[in-house]
């Protein structure tokens, strides 16, 4: 039985606790937890434990491992199998993971049990952070989704609203960032508006009228030679086979505080930074007459999909399909179905990349004794958006993207294009309809 908090560093620094039993917040609920119960997740948490250094022998996972199975003659050896075993845990809500702001204050974490399998209290001087409790109606723990609405009451919207830059041309747009990075370089990074605030601009249904939204990606390339952007003559994402054009973005509002730090956008973008890539950031001019006749930009939230996804998909997928995997309930029952498809697909030999094949997913549904007639049809409906829009197991549908470096936590309100047969990134340039922002890895410096 695991009598102890455990603690760990991720690769950007940050601290986090694991313990068996769930931590109290000072409102007497649940903490939320840093990241949803889902296998997925788990292992990508455990990944950036080691890349953060701290364990670099994975000695403490080792560890951890013994405290939650008790057996020391099976103790992993092999990577792999010891964070498929952890990652288990914490799928079957049997390991708790929170996110700590100072992990010294836990002391030697030892827990006192109070009786014979009673999960014990927490001493006084155990980590205690605010939530939402299911009871106060809070969606499930470790979901973005979990944050409180606090802003409405506040008029949060009409606030935000106020914070706003409406630049009317690209070159306005690099004038913002500069004045950003010398603020950035004088006070540091400011999230620009309040979880609140996100969130109610993510709920509030009222169409992107923002004229310039941007993209954040690794430069193009060909044949692993990193191209300049307005010499590529492919479209700025990839361009799937049907001739749609997912570009999976924000406003430049939303961006614009972050200047042209790559890790700092990769990080409200909720991806992951790697200092020796090459990034470039797009901004994209809608035009001066984009609320009539600019491109078709909206907030992908589980409501707007359900009514883009039946349009897009006219003939293809089948709206009531459409309609149930579009929720909050299928997003949980899907990432598992994802985490089962990917092992499904190692077992055979076969690269991840494989997963984007509607041949593969059919032969895992087939092959899936779990799954009714039902479920292979649903599974293969929302298989089909995500090779299609790259709508991933980790959409949440609240519209909002999640902070990578703060799991749990949103980092900007999310907008997505799905185009048809796009221009390449030459003629986009050239034109004036994009800026291209390039952000050099540490080997090209």
Same mark, same amino acid.
Do not use: K
């Given at each position: 039985m695991l009598n102890k908090v455990y603690g760990f560093t991720c690769e950007l620094r940050l601290e986090y606790? $694991?313990?068996?039993? !769930?931590?109290?917040?000072?409102?007497?609920?649940?903490?939320?937890?840093?990241?949803?119960?889902?296998?997925?997740?788990?292992?990508?948490?455990?990944?950036?434990?080691?890349?953060?250094?701290?364990?670099?022998?994975?000695?403490?996972?080792?560890?951890?491992?013994?405290? $939650?199975?008790?057996? !020391?003659?099976?103790?992993?050896q092999d990577k792999e199998q010891l964070l498929t075993d952890l990652s288990v845990k914490v799928a079957s809500g049997e390991l708790f993971i929170y996110r700590e702001t100072d992990l010294s204050s836990l002391g030697p974490g030892h827990y006192e049990r109070s009786g014979p399998g009673a999960p014990p209290e927490p001493p006084e001087d155990a980590p205690r952070t605010s939530t939402v409790s299911p009871a106060e109606g809070g969606a499930r723990s470790g979901s973005v989704s979990a944050i409180p609405v606090a802003g409405a009451a506040l008029g949060g919207l009409a606030m935000a609203q106020d914070k706003a830059v409406h630049p009317t041309s690209l070159e306005e747009c690099i004038k913002i960032l500069e004045k950003r990075r010398t603020e950035i370089a004088e006070k540091g990074y400011q999230p620009k508006y309040t979880d609140d605030e996100l969130y109610e601009m993510a709920q509030s249904g009222q169409p992107v009228n923002d004229r310039f939204v941007v993209r954040f990606s690794p430069a193009p390339s060909?044949?692993?030679?990193?191209?300049?952007p307005e010499n590529y003559d492919g479209p700025m994402a990839h361009e799937r086979n049907s001739g749609r054009h997912p570009l999976w973005m924000s406003t430049f509002d939303q961006i614009e505080a972050a200047d042209t730090d790559p890790a700092l956008i990769a990080a409200v973008f909720g991806t992951r930074y790697e200092p020796d890539k090459d990034y470039v950031l797009y901004i994209v001019d809608r035009g001066e007459d984009h609320e009539t006749n600019g491109s078709d930009v909206f907030v992908p939230t589980f409501e707007n999909m359900r009514v883009k996804l039946k349009s897009e998909f006219a003939g293809e997928l089948d709206p009531e399909m459409i309609d149930k995997v579009m929720t909050e309930e299928y997003?949980?029952?899907?990432?598992?179905?994802?985490?089962d498809f990917n092992v499904y697909l190692a077992e055979s030999g076969l690269d991840w990349k494989k997963s984007f094949e509607t041949d593969n997913a059919e032969k895992f549904a087939k092959d899936n004794p779990n799954m009714s007639k039902e479920d292979k049809v649903v599974f293969l409906t929302r298989h089909a958006v995500l090779a299609e829009i790259g709508a991933f197991e980790v959409f949440t549908g609240n519209g909002l993207t999640e902070?990578?470096?703060?799991?749990?936590?949103?980092?900007a309100l999310e907008t997505l294009d799905i185009q048809h047969n796009p221009d390449s990134l030459k003629e986009s340039i050239s034109g004036g309809k994009v800026k291209a922002i390039k952000m050099p890895g540490k080997k090209s410096t």
């Open positions: 606790s $694991l313990t068996r039993r !769930p931590a109290i917040g000072s409102d007497g609920f649940p903490r939320m937890e840093a990241i949803p119960r889902c296998r997925t997740y788990a292992r990508q948490m455990f990944e950036r434990f080691l890349l953060g250094g701290s364990d670099p022998f994975m000695y403490r996972l080792q560890d951890l491992w013994l405290d $939650l199975y008790q057996a !020391p003659w099976a103790i992993p060909v044949d692993g030679n990193t191209v300049e997003a949980l029952e899907f990432r598992q179905h994802w985490s902070r990578y470096d703060e799991p749990g936590r949103p980092g």
